[in-house]
């Protein structure tokens, strides 16, 4: 499959975005923001609700912050076939284990459209290691997303065998959905920022785990000294503290030399199920 830059034929078709958790939904948000529709696939129900609720909350600030799109919107389906139909773009979006990801991609690639462009939002595997029961590798690549959407870069990155057109079109067109970004030219664990992210978050926790500071004194520092409006702690709880280890734990298993005081820190939060802000505690208290 050949892919351009022409986007005139695809601009009306939807998006599909394959989990509802904390980053499936901000995705799905960012992708609703130039007036389409995106589909929103979760095994359950309830969390494919609550993204669709927290996408028609969010959005019209979004696009009136911005300047410029149009409120588009967010369906929750019950099926993969459903969420494909006609889909333009595919972003997987589970959690961080490859038994979920290589089955799943498996049923996408039975139902999608052969025009679909396949993406995996997966912070810390190479979509080439998910891409099992992909037939056509090229349609396939990594686009990594932080928090959008006020962290809206994005990381793309080949699987080795992706199409140069099809990364020219992503490229060109994530900017009018408000998302930058940024290409790894070669790959890499971790991609660009999330390779230095990971030292700082992995200092961060060790500083913690050895009694030297509190996750306040650390985030406190972060906000002072780099005017940062949270700092690694508030992030962490942000992206959900089981994820946070989920991704650890991959690091540790390419880079084996890691410390494990900071993954020993974070087992302590997730088996006391005080995962963030998803559960109400984890470093921090919410309501």
Known sequence: MAYTQDFDGIRDRPVAVFGAGTLGRRIALMFASRGGTVRIYDPSAEQGAAAVDYVARTLPDVVAERGHGEVGRAEAVTSVEAALEDAWLVVEAVPERLDLKIPLWGQIDEAAPADTIFATNSSSYPSRTMAEKVRDRSRLCNMHFYMPP?????????????????LDTLLAVLPEFGIHPFEARKESVGFIFNRIWAAIKRESLAVVAEGVARPEDVDGMFRINWHMPVGPFQMMDQVGLDVVLDIENHYAEEYPDLPSGPRELLHEYVDGGKLGVKTGEGFYTYP
């Not at 809206?152 to 099809?166: F, H, I, N, Q």
């Open 150 to 166: 006020g962290s809206p870069a994005v990381d793309l990155m080949s699987d080795g065998e992706t199409d140069r057109g099809l």
